[in-house]
C-alpha cells in the first residue's frame, strides 16, 4: 500500500505564494494520477489539481491560473506550487490518488492559512 506525506504549508498573506511537497512511500508503481486535495472547516473535502505520471494536469475552476501541480517520479513527490493566493485557499491540503476510486487511507494533511 502506499502512504502520502504532505509538507510545506503554512502561513501567509493574501497575493503570496507557497509550495507544498508530497512524498509517496510504497508500492507507488502503479498509481497513475496523483492529487491535492483541500478541507476547510464545516466543508467538504475537494479535489484542487491531479496530475498522471505522463504530465497531464486537471484543475479546479477556483485555483486554474494560480496553482501548478508537477511530479517528480524518480524521488516519488508531488509539487503544488501556488501563487496569488486567496483567504478562500485557507484549508488543510492533502495529497492522494486521484481516480473514479475513492481514497481510503489520509495522511495529517499540511495547514495553509491566507491572511486578508
Known amino acids: 500500500q502506499v502512504q502520502f506525506v504532505e509538507s510545506g504549508g503554512g502561513l501567509v498573506q493574501a497575493g503570496g505564494s507557497l509550495r507544498l511537497s508530497c512524498l509517496a512511500s510504497?508500492?507507488?508503481?502503479?498509481?497513475?494520477?496523483i492529487g491535492w486535495y483541500r478541507q476547510a472547516p464545516g466543508k467538504q473535502r475537494d479535489l484542487v489539481a491531479r496530475?498522471?505520471?505522463?504530465?497531464?494536469?486537471n484543475y479546479a475552476v477556483s485555483v486554474k491560473g494560480r496553482f501548478t501541480i508537477s511530479r517528480d517520479n524518480a524521488k516519488n513527490t508531488v509539487y503544488l506550487q501556488m501563487d496569488s493566493l486567496k483567504p478562500e485557499d485557507t484549508a488543510t491540503y492533502y495529497c492522494?490518488?486521484?481516480?473514479?476510486?475513492?481514497?481510503?487511507?489520509w495522511g495529517q494533511g499540511t495547514q495553509v492559512t491566507v491572511s486578508s
Open positions: 510504497g508500492s507507488t508503481f502503479s498509481i497513475n494520477y
Open positions: 496530475i498522471s505520471r505522463q504530465g497531464s494536469t
Open positions: 492522494n490518488t486521484a481516480t473514479s476510486l475513492e481514497p481510503q487511507y
